[in-house]
């Protein structure tokens, strides 16, 4: 894998709908005009894209036409987290297929999984996926943290090449 700057600024994009459906129209004009306004990169299918709520063909989709309408202009990364460690494996390499730079691996949600079990995960998407990782900890929306301990072993895989920290606390960003 080639190295990815991720210096700057980066958009997580909405998903927009309408009547129920994705609105394409709506969501080109939204990358166009990041685009246009200086973003340094964007971030298709996190949290914000509700990703948890559309089917695996729209997130595929979504996917495929930001990287479509960026063009080259901006990194993407795309979000491909998913609870099942085969399927965010799956929507990772199809993200690398359709040309996004990097993924977004949220902490798998729900269930709960032990810090060992969030090792393995996150290793085995990093080693398997084939695009760099940016780990993504949102222990609010999760229901888990990924201890600091954990980040610090994932730290050793050289797929693994961020962390989005998302848990509102300054002294951990400063212990990562």
């Known amino acids: 894998m080639t190295a990815l700057s991720l210096a700057g600024c980066y958009t997580a994009l909405v998903t927009p709908f309408r009547d129920g459906r994705i609105d394409?129209?709506?969501f080109r004009r939204l990358i166009e005009d990041q685009i246009q306004n200086g973003i340094d990169g964007l971030v298709p299918m996190?949290?914000?894209?509700?990703?948890?709520?559309?089917?695996?063909?729209?997130h595929?989709?979504?996917i495929r036409v930001a990287v479509e309408t960026v063009n080259g202009r901006c990194p993407v990364i795309a979000g491909t987290g998913a609870n099942n460690t085969e399927e965010a494996i799956e929507l990772t390499r199809y993200a690398r297929a359709v040309g996004a730079d990097a993924t977004l691996q949220v902490t798998p949600?729900?269930?709960k999984p032990s810090q060992e079990g969030l090792y393995r995960h996150f290793s085995k998407v990093a080693d398997d996926g084939q695009l760099?990782?940016?780990l993504?900890?949102?222990?609010?929306?999760?229901?888990?943290?990924?201890?600091i301990e954990t980040v610090t072993r994932l730290a050793?895989?050289?797929?693994?090449?961020?962390?989005?920290?998302?848990?509102?606390?300054?002294d951990r960003v400063a212990e990562i």
């Open 132 to 134: 760099p990782v940016v």
């Open 60 to 62: 595929k989709e979504v």
């Open 24 to 26: 394409w129209d709506s």
């Open 156 to 170: 050793r895989n050289t797929n693994i090449i961020a962390i989005k920290e998302a848990a509102g606390s300054v």
């Open 46 to 58: 996190g949290t914000t894209g509700e990703s948890p709520t559309v089917t695996m063909e729209e």
């Open 109 to 111: 949600y729900y269930n």
């Open 136 to 147: 993504y900890n949102v222990p609010g929306r999760t229901g888990r943290e990924i201890a």
